[in-house]
T-cell receptor, first 113, second 113 residues
């Protein structure tokens, strides 16, 4: 139990376009999900906390207008990278909270050309 | 604020060698402590956890003991395998249920045959 999926696993997009990443909790309901960004050989940086039915809470320094987060149901949160640029290329990982633990998705590799 | 500090890496070991990865923490109170593992190209998986002082978490031959006297949660394994090659993260939560996780920088372990 406690499986989290992400889609797509890899995406390549052109600079200036937008791309949506989905995070789903497959076998449990998650009122809270988290979005992280991982740079090569570096730790995870928490971007935002996604709360079902309310606005996301963004960490300091994360542009909320660029990284749009929607948590429309108890099993789905989406991250949309708007007007993507090459510096947005990264590995994006989501997690879903269940009781006191977080369960992580497999990650999405975004490459902006 | 709450934080975790991991030893610098990377670490390269021969198969069947003994492994220790250091992790120390700074926190208010006595939070749960976690070790996560990230295999190449994948998301994070919970490896083990400890919820209170003197607890020992264990899984897949790995162990870590929550030591409040030294504010440490070092990860150990008596005999590593090639399949243990991965990035290991120490983490602690900020606050209660559905709380954010603070991660250490992660350390890359490479095990050679």
């Amino acid at each position: 139990g406690a499986v989290v999926s992400q889609h797509p696993s890899r995406v390549i997009c052109k600079s200036g376009t937008s791309v949506k990443i989905e995070c789903r909790s497959l076998d449990f309901q998650a009122t809270t999900m988290f979005w992280y960004r991982q740079f090569p050989k570096k730790s995870l940086m928490l971007m935002a906390t996604s709360n079902e039915g309310s606005k996301a809470t963004y960490e300091q320094g994360v542009e909320k207008d660029k990284f749009l987060i929607n948590h429309a149901s108890l099993t789905l949160s989406t991250l949309t990278v708007t007007s993507a640029h090459p510096e947005d290329s990264s590995f994006y990982i989501c997690s879903a909270s269940r009781h006191y633990e977080q369960y992580f998705g497999p990650g999405t590799r975004l490459t902006v050309t | 604020g709450d934080s975790v500090t991991q030893m610098e890496g990377p670490v390269t070991l021969s198969e069947e060698a003994f492994l220790t990865i250091n992790c120390t923490y700074t926190a208010t109170g006595y939070p749960s402590l976690f070790w996560y593992v990230q295999y190449p190209g994948e998301g994070l998986q919970l490896l083990l956890k400890a919820t209170k002082a003197d607890d020992k978490g264990s899984n897949k031959g790995f162990e870590a003991t929550y030591r409040k006297e030294t504010t440490s949660f070092h990860l150990e394994k008596g005999s590593v395998q090639v399949s243990d090659s991965a990035v290991y993260f120490c983490a602690l939560p900020k606050g209660g249920a559905n709380s954010k996780l603070t991660f250490g920088k992660g350390i890359t372990l490479s095990v050679r045959p």
